[in-house]
Nanobody, 126 residues
Framework: QVQLVESGGGLVQSGGSLKLSCAASGNTLDLYAIAWFRQAPGKEREGVSYISLTNNNTYYVDSVKGRFTISRDRAKTTVYLQMNSLKPEDTAVYYC???????????????????WGQGTQVTVSS
């Protein structure tokens, strides 16, 4: 079993920054990837970014490229999402997800991630 706990959400003005954290615990040794998804009210869950824990490869959805950066703390199995130049359309609940298998290349699929955190709210005011 793997447990994921997100933190760092909040209210920020447009153009501001936030840094989300995802702390993984439990059977983390063989995890392949940790990802961030988000879900805005009335919309489907959307993949934002992921990082491979084996080779540090990263992926970003086009809408956040150049603004968001995913990174990891090897010692603590903690993954971060630095979010800069935030826009109102970034408002959503952000979820951390993890799995033992390599995700598909290209679009992020929530079905490929077995473990999920409870989510943290990010609100960007205009």
């Amino acid at each position: 079993q793997v447990q994921l706990v997100e933190s760092g959400g909040g209210l920020v003005q447009s153009g501001g920054s936030l840094k989300l954290s995802c702390a993984a615990s439990g059977n983390t040794l063989d995890l392949y990837a940790i990802a961030w998804f988000r879900q805005a009210p009335g919309k489907e869950r959307e993949g934002v970014s992921y990082i491979s824990l084996t080779n540090n490869n990263t992926y970003y959805v086009d809408s956040v490229k150049g603004r968001f950066t995913i990174s990891r703390d090897r010692a603590k199995t903690t993954v971060y999402l630095q979010m800069n130049s935030l826009k109102p359309e970034d408002t959503a609940v952000y979820y951390c997800a993890a799995d033992f298998f390599r995700p598909s290349l290209g679009d992020m699929l929530s079905d490929e991630y077995q473990y999920w955190g409870q989510g943290t709210q990010v609100t960007v005011s205009s």
